[in-house]
């Protein structure tokens, strides 16, 4: 094993937040995502300035880091509202923060705005810094152990199995950390070693695959291939014209370790290797080549290596969803592809995962694509398996201060011209300017004498000076303005105005970050100098408002007071000397005054400035060549120091050209003719470029011009193609719909006398049903009213008994009064007499109560009659309701299918209309082609011609319009129908061409 690659931490400070609405009952809670890893801060209060003051970190090595930042991988950061009752997660806005921007060191803390906020009023932001630190832990050795299961093989050595019990959908690839390669197939069987290679050599024809709706962009963009390899996702160096491919032909291998027969199991189970054309993260086409085909036999492979290799077409996905016809074999896009697999005779190489082969003849690129990293237990999480690393040979970058480099728009390109090496030195160290204090060595005594000095008073300190302007917000006009902002402030050594550029778009209620807008002045002045201007002598920052096509407008005028900076704490750092130095930082944001009109605020400009103080200048003369070298140098005594006069000089003079000074203005002349000679050569050499520019661009938008025209001709053959089909398959459907028609005809008279007989039936039957029920009814009603006569006269009877048993109960009181000095006698009669009584009126009870029970039988069986007649009444209606019904929707189905046959020979009439319409334009623009190639004419002729084709062209499009709004009119069509698409289709291609002739 190798030395473990380097650990890096990702580490997302987030501090703070403000303008959040106050919510007593809700918490707030930031969770960050970032390589399938959720982390979150604290709940804390849902006020209006949160305190998070909480850091996130992710750990991956320097390999995995390089990997995300290809893939453009973000760190998405989501805010929540948490109700401390009821436990709900509410959604408030999320921030992404861009893993390519951070960088390793201290980095200044950002206020990031809420996207997709909830809420909109208060915008509000979060205060966040990302830094890249480098993971200083001692690694421990006891984790190499957790990481290398490879005994299970020997338990496998001991199991009696076969290959022919291997499952085909079982075989993955599986990485070996620590020798470096795939296994694929159980470890036992697993002795060979064989390394698998994919190669994209050439492509042609890639712009087929570009729609003809979509316009070229001016603006080239990138376009690259991508395929997966055992999960490793890989992708080739971008490329921009389309027309004429040119990139390196790239490999990339990967070592595997199997058995041959499992090999050919595991290629015979995946799925085909998918190539797609991607540009960003589109896909324009794609190819599948099998990998079946590489072994076919096992001693093959160990005479030399399996390939699969040529050209394969790129099928872009409109067609493979919408199965378009083929494009020519010509004009198909195509894409060389070589797939080899090769077996090494080397088994132990545990140090690299690919076999190195030796450079090719071709310049094809080396490709290795890493095994991924194991989970380990210290790192709780787990690494992406697609890592791929590109050997890039990159240049040694000069180390720059903590600040941005400094980028300067000059006035004019004298002036850029002659600040050009100061403005080098500034990019590459600005703090070192004790070199340029230092003054030049000599070659002889006449420039040394002859060379104007700037004396530098002693008290003077070295000073540098920086401003950034950041954004621009609160706009408050009527129109979006292209914003660049503009300042001068002559004490800093130069009176050039220092810009932005290029211009901004800038709306109302937007914050658009300035481009450019950093600027460093390094000059030398005295401290009490300084103070003086600064807090005497405000920078005017303007904002301007920069038109094309119009005069450039001031909109207004913001006063920054410099001496801000110097009311700020000073921090101390050393400089690149060692010295030590202070530095003094202060932002704010200041209104924009408007320059026309009320002094009223019109923008909004947020500033950062930093002053830093480097001490003593050492030298106290500098020897200045041009005007141009004292840019740096702030406002100084302008007075030089007077030369002293020695005693050999005061002799006569000798001849005037012997002099020193017009030895020096020999040379300046001399210098100035050099000077001019060199601008003009370079201004030719520019001139050349931008000539050559031009052209290569020019032949590259004819070339894309004529791959469109081309493509649209083969476009439109195949619609005229597929419209002579569509033609074909009406005629046969009308073919169809007249045979249906008289079908139609046959049974609807079928139907119709089917119809009558029944109704008839049910007519004879409804009218039979009606007599019977209702001579039933009478016959029940007269034996109702029979049992009610007998119920009254059963009453009476009862009545009657109840009257004279009374009687006779009085009679027998008065017979046992009368007896009551016979009391045996008289109570035996009177016994005898009561029990015949009784006797008596117990039989009349029960016939009573017999022919009650009779008469409730009978009431009973009348109603259920009466309830089952009038059942079958309801079900009879019922029956006849429902053949009313399928009558009706007999009918209706006639009636559609009538209308259907209508709308058919009227689509008929339109399509044979079109056609005949096409063939005369044909006709029109074949009689324009030849009229022109026999009569060219000047172009007073060609202008009137060119008006009959339009008044032509005006009459076809609004025919056309016409019967597209008369075929919407029906409702019978949408925007949806073919017949509707193909009209749309043609108005937008009339207008093009009549736009063309205008």
């Known amino acids: 094993m190798g030395s473990r690659s380097e650990q890096m931490l990702i580490v997302v400070s987030i501090l703070e937040g403000r303008y959040f609405p106050k919510r007593h009952r809700h918490k707030i809670v930031v969770e960050a995502r970032f390589d399938g890893e959720l982390l979150a801060t604290d709940p804390v209060d849902h006020k209006s300035q949160p305190d998070f003051v909480t850091e996130l970190a992710w750990e991956l090595d320097r390999r995995s880091l390089y990997q995300h930042r290809l893939q453009r991988t973000p760190i998405k950061l989501y805010c929540y509202a948490i109700d401390s009752f009821s436990s709900a997660k509410e959604s408030v806005g999320y921030i992404i923060l861009d893993l390519r921007s951070v960088q390793e060191g201290k980095q200044a803390l950002k206020w990031y705005a809420l996207l997709s906020s909830k809420y909109t009023k208060s915008k509000p932001e979060i205060k966040i810094g990302v830094v890249l630190e480098t993971d200083a832990k001692p690694h421990v050795e006891a984790f190499k152990a957790r990481e290398a299961p490879p005994r299970e093989g020997k338990v496998l050595e001991t199991l009696p199995c076969s290959l022919l019990d291997v499952d085909p959908k079982s075989l993955t690839a599986i990485l070996n950390e620590e020798e470096s390669y795939y296994q694929i197939g159980p470890g036992a069987y697993c002795t060979d070693f064989f390394v698998l290679s994919v190669t994209i050599a050439f492509a042609t024809q890639l712009e087929q695959l570009i729609p003809s709706t979509i316009k070229l962009p001016d603006e080239r963009p990138e376009f690259f291939f991508y395929y997966s390899l055992l999960g490793n996702d890989v992708t080739n160096d971008p490329f921009t014209d389309l027309i004429n491919p040119n990139f390196a032909p790239e490999r990339a291998s990967v070592k595997i370790r199997s058995q041959t027969e499992i090999l050919r199991l595991f290629f015979a189970s995946q799925s085909n290797l998918q190539i797609h054309l991607c540009c960003g993260d589109r896909s324009l086409g794609s190819t599948e080549i099998s990998l079946a085909g590489l072994l076919k036999g096992n001693s093959e492979i160990l005479r030399h290596p399996a390939a699969v290799e040529g050209a394969f077409t790129l099928v872009p996905p409109e067609k493979k969803k919408q199965k378009l016809p083929p494009l020519p074999l010509d004009l198909s896009p195509t894409v060389g592809v070589s797939v080899a697999l090769k077996k090494e005779g080397i088994i132990s190489q545990p140090s690299s995962p690919v076999k190195m082969e030796p450079e090719p003849k071709s310049p094809v690129m080396q490709r290795i694509i890493p095994p991924q990293n194991a989970k380990t237990p210290d790192q709780g999480k787990s690494y992406s398996a697609d890592q791929v690393t590109k050997v890039v040979e990159a240049g040694s970058l000069t180390p720059e201060r903590s600040d941005s480099p400094p980028s300067r728009d000059q006035a004019t390109e004298n002036e850029a ?322 045979n249906g028609e008289i079908e139609l005809q046959r049974l609807r008279k079928e139907l119709q006398d089917d119809h009558d007989r029944k109704l008839r039936e049910m007519q004879d039957t409804t009218r039979r049903s009606t007599t019977d029920a209702t001579h039933q009814v009478e016959l029940e009603r007269l034996k109702f009213n029979q049992l009610q006569d007998d119920r009254m006269r059963l009453q009476q009877q009862l009545h009657e008994a109840e009257q004279k048993y009374k009687l006779l109960e009085k009679e027998f009181h008065q017979y046992k009064e009368q007896q009551s000095s016979k009391p045996e006698i008289r109570l035996q009669s009177e016994i005898n007499l009561l029990t015949l009584e009784k006797v008596e009126l117990e039989r009349k009870l029960e016939s009573a109560t017999k022919s009650k029970l009779h008469y409730k039988q009978q009431w009973g069986r009348a109603l259920k009659e009466l309830a089952r007649l009038k059942q079958r009444e309801q079900e009879n209606a019922m029956a006849r309701l429902k053949k009313q019904q399928q009558e009706l929707e007999h009918m209706r189905l006639r009636y559609l299918a009538a209308e259907e046959k209508e709308v058919v020979k009227t689509e008929r009439q339109e399509l044979e209309e079109i056609r005949n319409e096409l063939n005369r334009l044909k006709l029109q623009d074949d009689k324009k082609q030849s009229s022109v190639q026999r009569n060219p004419a000047s172009g007073e002729e060609a202008g009137d011609h060119v008006q009959r084709p339009d008044e032509a062209l005006d009459n076809y499009l609004t025919r056309l319009i016409e019967e597209r709004d008369t075929l919407l009119r029906t409702g019978v069509y949408t925007h949806e129908d073919r017949i509707i698409r193909e009209l749309d289709r043609q108005i937008r291609e009339t207008m093009v061409k009549r736009g063309g002739h205008t």
């Open 417 to 738: 011209n002659s600040l050009q090496g100061e403005e080098n030195k500034k990019t590459h160290n600005a703090p070192a300017l004790d070199s340029q204090f230092r003054p030049a060595p000599t070659t002889n005594e006449s420039d040394s004498t002859s060379a104007p000095k700037i004396s530098i008073p002693a008290s003077a300190h070295h000073f540098c000076f920086a401003l950034d302007i950041r954004t621009i917000a609160q706009l408050d006009v009527n129109f979006a303005i292209n914003c660049i902002v503009r300042y001068t402030y002559p004490f800093f050594g130069t009176a050039a105005p220092i810009m932005t550029n290029p211009p901004v778009e800038v709306k109302k209620n937007m914050e658009v970050i300035l481009p450019q807008s950093f600027c460093a002045f390094d000059f030398a002045a005295p401290p009490h100098q300084l103070q003086d201007t600064f807090f005497r002598l405000p920078l005017l920052i303007e904002v301007w408002h920069k038109d094309k096509m119009t005069k450039d407008v001031l909109l207004g005028i913001a006063r920054l007071k410099l001496s801000h900076v110097l009311t700020v704490d000073k921090t101390r750092f050393l400089g690149l000397s060692g010295d030590q130095c202070w530095r003094q930082t202060y932002s704010e944001k200041i209104p924009v005054i408007a320059a026309q009109g009320p002094s009223s605020e019109i923008a909004e400009l947020y500033y950062s400035m930093t002053l830093e103080d480097y001490g003593l200048v050492k030298t106290q003369h500098i020897t200045v060549s041009d005007s141009s070298q004292s840019a740096n140098i702030g406002q100084q005594p302008s007075d030089l120091p007077a030369k002293p006069v020695q005693a050999s000089e005061l002799v006569a003079d000798t001849e005037p050209r012997e002099t020193m000074e017009y030895k020096a203005a020999f040379e300046l002349e001399i210098w100035k003719e050099m000077q001019e000679n060199l601008f003009e050569n370079q201004l030719k050499q520019k001139e050349l470029a931008h000539m050559q520019t031009l052209a290569d661009e020019w032949k590259r938008r004819d070339r894309e011009r004529e791959a469109l025209v081309n493509k649209k001709v083969v476009e439109y053959a195949a619609l005229e193609e597929q419209l002579q089909k569509t033609l074909a398959d009406l005629e046969e459907r009308e073919r169809h719909l007249g």
